[in-house]
């Protein structure tokens, strides 16, 4: 082993940037450097960072500060940082943290090769490299997937063209662009002959994907994959052609992750999300008349700057009257740099805090409720991991449950990971289930 090759990687964040992550990985190995599990083996470490918010902010410089003791205590020679922290903070981080050897922008890890060649030749010019992201990757691009477990994150566009007035995103990925079609659909039919079941397609808003529906016809198109799941969908774009071919195609998962933020006209505009709640409540229910059984996920923020007690009770009455499958929720934060950190009537923490404990209390008694339904019923799963739950020997994932960020169905019998299964569901959980394999598909 060339030891100052070893490399490991710290993915943090969204799923995108696990998609970056990958694409580093895939880099490096083509390159002959060397992943390692532990990072204290590590010559060089990459933390790959999150910076949409304040607290993935301090997760972010917490993680590296961990790191950079590797450097007096480990094999760690080089630290290097990448992502949304270094595009969003820039020269402040120059200073800040001296330990760290190069920072790469949103929109510069594509090309981590070369920089940790001239890191090793000494060769660095700039310890920053943050121009703006234009980078948008191909079926071409190099990439190594890092979670087992039969699914793939694919993502299709890059940067948001939207600017609601609380969001870092547009200044740190840019603005929107998106991927050809034949690119995505070559990287999906390369992923499933790798075995990969379920493409979660991701993007800041995949229904922005012009011709997004063609595009999903030819994904269910490719023999050997089951699922094809839509993330991260924005209620502007979201038609009802798109719910329609969900009603219609048994691959693309019944499942809408559809962030609305808050319900309340007046929180909707301040927040320049430009929809209304009558078009929002018109898409839900025209959502829940072409596809009854699809299920929803959604995210609220609570306490953005002048909302006020009505506009709270409209919220928790709409996620009450909707009932969401999964539903999560941002207590609102000032973000530097955004509209909505310069707007008046800041809600106090307290009251933040209260109304998120209420609409999250609210939610936990809509989700046992919903998963009471599941009792009973035979469902095909796909087995995704060893269980989070000692109690289980595996975990696995229903069409209406996302990777990450929902619920899952524990199993005890010892089948295949990344294996599609028929379970019959024995137990519901507040966010949960548990499920009996009924005849283990891959004997
Ligand atoms: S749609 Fe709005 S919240 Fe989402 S990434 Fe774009 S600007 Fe941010």
């Known amino acids: ?27 490096l190995l083509n390159e002959g450097y060397e992943l390692v599990s532990a990072v204290e083996e590590a010559a060089i470490i990459i933390v790959n960072t999150c ?38 903070y820039k020269d402040e981080l120059l200073q800040e943290l001296p330990e760290v050897d190069l920072f790469l922008g949103a929109g510069g890890f594509q090309n981590i090769a070369a920089h940790l060649q001239a890191l090793a030749d000494n060769t660095v010019s700039k310890r920053l490299v943050a121009d703006r992201p234009a980078f948008l990757l191909t079926d071409k691009t190099p990439r190594m997937l890092s979670v087992p477990g039969g699914s793939a994150y694919i993502k299709i566009a890059e940067g948001c063209s939207h600017h609601c007035t609380y969001c870092t995103i547009p200044s740190i990925k840019g603005p929107y662009r998106r991927r050809s079609s034949a690119s995505i659909v070559k990287e999906a039919r390369q992923l499933s002959a790798d075995g990969i079941g379920e493409i979660n397609l991701v993007a800041q808003d995949t229904t922005r994907y012009e011709g997004l529906d063609g595009l999903l016809k ?21 038609t009802p052609d798109i719910i329609r071919l969900m009603a219609g195609e048994e691959k693309l998962c019944r499942y809408i992750d559809i962030p609305l933020q808050h319900i309340a006209d007046p929180v909707l505009k301040k927040m320049g999300r430009r929809i209304t709640r009558k078009k929002t409540e018109a898409l839900i229910s025209s959502i829940r008349r072409i596809c009854p059984d699809i299920a929803l996920r959604t995210t609220f923020i609570v306490g953005f700057p002048g909302e006020t007690e009505r506009d709270f009770e409209a919220l928790l009455s709409f996620a009450e009257d909707t009932g969401f499958d999964h539903l999560g929720a941002f207590q609102y934060r000032d973000e530097e740099g955004t509209p ?22 609210g939610q936990a008694d809509i989700s046992r409720k919903k998963n009471s339904r599941f009792k009973g019923r ?18 696995a994932r229903t069409e209406f449950q996302a990777p990450e960020i929902d619920g899952v169905v524990y199993l005890k019998e010892p089948v295949t990971i990344g294996s599609f299964q028929r379970v019959k569901i024995t137990r519901t959980l507040t966010y949960d289930l548990v499920g009996r394999v009924l005849e283990d598909s891959t004997e």
């Open 51 to 88: 910076s949409f918010i304040e607290d993935a902010t301090r997760e972010s410089l917490d993680t590296i500060l961990e790191f950079a003791e590797l450097k007096q205590t480990g094999a760690c020679t080089h630290l290097v940082v990448c992502g949304c922290l270094p595009q969003r």
């Open 218 to 238: 030819k994904l269910v198109a490719i023999k050997d994959l089951t699922w094809v799941r839509l993330l991260y969908c924005h209620p502007r774009h979201l």
């Open 378 to 395: 035979e469902i095909q799963v796909l087995v995704e991991g060893i269980s989070a739950n000692e109690h289980y020997n595996l975990q």
């Open 1 to 27: 082993m060339n030891t100052n090759r070893t490399f490991f990687l710290e993915s943090l964040g969204c799923a995108k940037n696990l998609v970056d992550s990958e694409v580093m990985l895939g880099c």
């Open 340 to 361: 909505a950190s310069r707007l008046p009537d800041k809600i106090p923490e307290k009251v933040k805090k209260e109304r998120y404990n209420l609409l999250m209390r």
